[in-house]
């Protein structure tokens, strides 16, 4: 029987975890399975324990060190090898969280966050000059003010400044 690879809709993590596979009533099948190609579909289990095409199971992965999940789910196909028994597992009874963990895992953000708060930073403090510098221009009682606070202000700019750049991240 052949495995359904080429309908995968999600990404896999391609590594190998921890799994305890139980039935449906909790008698255990197999308490060494492993879990490969997860993803927040499903994964592939490796077990010795018998599996049949639709059954239902309880499961139990171990992601990382104090990190685990547990669900319920399908079994969608089998292939027994020499070495052990290969099954597609569906995920059916799966948390809200742990599918965000898993989908977290799988599809790591590409989005720069660290670059956009910069640019923010930036477009704010842009803003703020410029409405200081129209208002100085246009204010008499202003233009007294800001002359007043112009050691003030610098010295806030370049407190920000040095915080910014005790808080990044280095390249």
């Known amino acids: 029987m052949s495995r359904p690879e080429d309908r995968r809709q999600a990404a896999r993590i391609l590594t190998e975890f921890p799994l305890v596979l139980r039935d ?19 994964f592939k289990a490796e077990s010795n324990g018998v599996l049949r095409k639709g059954q239902f ?23 027994r090898t020499d070495l052990a028994l290969w099954a ?22 590409e989005v720069a966050w660290s670059r956009i708060f910069d640019k923010a930073i930036k477009a704010a403090l842009f803003l703020t000059a410029t409405l200081l510098i129209w208002g100085a221009v246009t204010s ?12 003030k202000v610098l010295a806030t700019l370049a407190l920000g400044w040095a915080l910014r750049e005790i808080i990044r991240p280095r390249r």
Not at 24 to 42: C, W, Y
Not at 66 to 79: A, T
């Open 57 to 79: 199971l309880r499961f139990h992965l171990q992601l990382t060190e104090g990190q685990s999940m547990g669900g319920r789910g399908r079994v969608v196909w089998v292939e």
């Open 88 to 109: 597609g597992v569906e995920f059916i009874g799966l948390s809200w969280s742990d599918r965000r963990r898993l989908r977290r895992i799988t599809r790591p953000s």
């Open 24 to 42: 449906d009533k909790g008698v255990v099948l197999d308490d060494r399975a492993l879990a490969h190609d997860v993803s927040d579909k499903g």
């Open 140 to 151: 008499y009682v202003w233009r007294a003010l800001l002359w007043n606070m112009a050691p």
